[in-house]
């Protein structure tokens, strides 16, 4: 038996709830967790259509990437679409979830499928996060650090871009002497006590620090476990905004566009001029990417695709880069297929369905 729980987790295995923006509200919007999944329905918006699409396919939860509820609500009388939504989704015991700007941060998510509809190669997050990483340290007795440091491999520490069980280990003394009330793994009661042990450092990802002390002292033989964990300025490489790539072979500028326009379905680009060279390196953000256009420039790119460019954010271009606004939903509407990849890899026999709808709320004449 499969429950909306299983497929929550799934997801935020994948692109951890803790990874999205301050200003950001993904995650379980409405629903039980604890009932039964019966199927899941994949898509970028949730609408009225949508929610007629899941009762038609006898879904009983629904994953979008754009959170339906941004803003707190006061009330539920369905005096606007979001409200009636939630009422809808409500009467008809379906559960809706939102993978948002933790989809678009993960190196494997948003950016990361618009590139390999590019088919770019040699891809890495153009804008990599800082204070995602933290150090433990912590020291084990000789002869149990094996065991200590396979929990806490387990528990998500030592990974290092395409590198895991990272650690790195020193060999000492540690001394300690327990009072009355101490029920010591070596040495005795009110003796001092010299002891051969290990010092351990690995680093991980903060959100997973209670896991990782749980591990910790539930693998380490002392009652009394001495670690310290230090927040590290480090960038993470593999969390953050955006993504960089390289095209197998440079392409003409507009041979690229026309290209471009042909993958995305996009009605069309809006661009800056030509700058009479060839298309090689190439920056892209779904969604929103403008505040990246520096960092586009920085990186020595020749195209930058996004969506959502101001008037005056073009002339911020100078001659530099090729922008290429290709629209919000064209570079997203195929967000829904890394959800089904990440649910049928673990679950392949669980009904879930792509939406067939376009929820694209912006029309070309």
Known sequence: MVFIQDIINSIETFAPPALQEDYDNAGLQCGNPKQKAIGVLLCLDITHEVIEEAISKQCNLIIAHHPLIFSPLKKLTGSNYVEQLLITAIKHDIALYACHTNADNVLQGVNTKMAQKLGLVNTRVLQPKKGLLKKLITFVPDKQVEAVREALFAAGCGQIGNYASCSFNTTGTGTFKGNDDSKPFAGEKNKLHNEAETRVETIFESYKEKQVIDALIKAHPYEEVAYD??????????????LVGELPSAIDEKEFLQSLKSVFKAHGIRHTDFLNKKIKTVVLCGGSGSFLLKDAISAGADVFITGDFKYHQFFDAENKILIADIGHYETEQFTPEIFYEVI???????????????????NYL
């Open 229 to 242: 964990i230090y927040t590290l300025d480090n960038k993470h490489p593999q969390i953050g905004s955006g």
């Open 344 to 362: 049928t890899k673990k679950m392949p026999t669980f009904a879930a369905y792509l939406s067939n709808l376009n929820t694209n709320p912006i």
